[in-house]
């Protein structure tokens, strides 16, 4: 599928976007990147949506800037609650529902770096459905996810730098009566679903694999995974599911 331009009120921002090949319209999805930025394997996570039956559009959030400049950004705006990515994210979300091959439901989907702006994404309202894979906990969650989207989030039980945190989700959502499906791989590190073995390697992700206890493609735990977030999805993304 063709990379195209989505156009927000800080610039033109870079996207790759990925139709099913069924008959439409379908659900969409925005698929929020990892700290490597919008490469291979962001591209594929987006095909596999696209494949399951989703229209995913994946923006590429480091446009404006270096790497280190725009992940610092992220991880700032995301504590605060509102910034540029927000609005970028929203311009994306605008530009999938204009499109008549979209139902107008929308899901977000997001790893690592991605994974917890797709929890602070899920309260904000317009959202179907969220996935979050190895996102950062909200320092207080029962504030911030109230009123979340259904939410779906993987861990991987290695990951030092995320310990408890599958468990602290999925009592904060289940408090808050939110919909969720939160689970835990005891043979998964941090990064497990995303696999960037084809393509180079940030030198940042060098220092998060000794921080966290490895950033290793995890094929098992990605393919349960996967079929966790078909299955939600369906249920509460295509379906309309509470």
Not at 2 to 27: C, F, K, N
Request: net charge negative; with cysteine.
């Amino acid at each position: 599928m063709p990379d195209t331009v989505i156009d927000t009120q800080h610039g033109r921002m870079p996207a790759y976007l990925a139709r099913p090949e069924s008959d439409g319209p379908w659900p969409g999805v925005i698929v929020i990147h990892d700290a490597g930025g919008l490469g291979k394997d962001t591209r594929r996570q987006a095909d596999w949506l696209a494949e399951a039956g989703y229209l995913a559009v994946a923006p590429h959030l480091f446009y404006w800037g270096g790497r280190v400049r725009c992940m610092v950004a992220v991880f700032r705006q995301v504590a605060a609650g509102e910034g540029r990515l927000f609005d970028e994210v929203e311009a994306a979300r605008g530009w999938l529902t204009a499109d008549s091959a979209c139902t107008g439901r929308v899901g977000v989907m997001g790893f690592c770096m991605g994974g917890g702006f797709a929890l602070a994404l899920a309260p904000r309202g317009g959202w179907a459905a969220a996935s979050a894979s190895y996102g950062a906990f909200p320092k207080d969650a029962m504030a911030a996810l109230e009123g979340a989207c259904p939410i779906v989030a993987s861990y991987g039980a290695r990951d030092r730098s995320l310990r408890g945190a599958a468990q602290r989700l999925d009592a904060a959502l289940a408090t808050l009566a939110i919909a969720h499906d939160v689970k835990e791989y005891p043979d998964a590190g941090h990064g497990f679903m995303n696999d960037h073995r084809d393509e180079p390697i940030p030198r940042l992700f060098s220092l998060m694999a000794r921080f966290t206890g490895g950033v290793d493609f995890n094929e098992p735990a990605t393919l349960d995974a996967r079929e966790r977030v078909e299955r939600f999805f369906g249920t509460h993304l295509r379906e309309g599911g509470g």
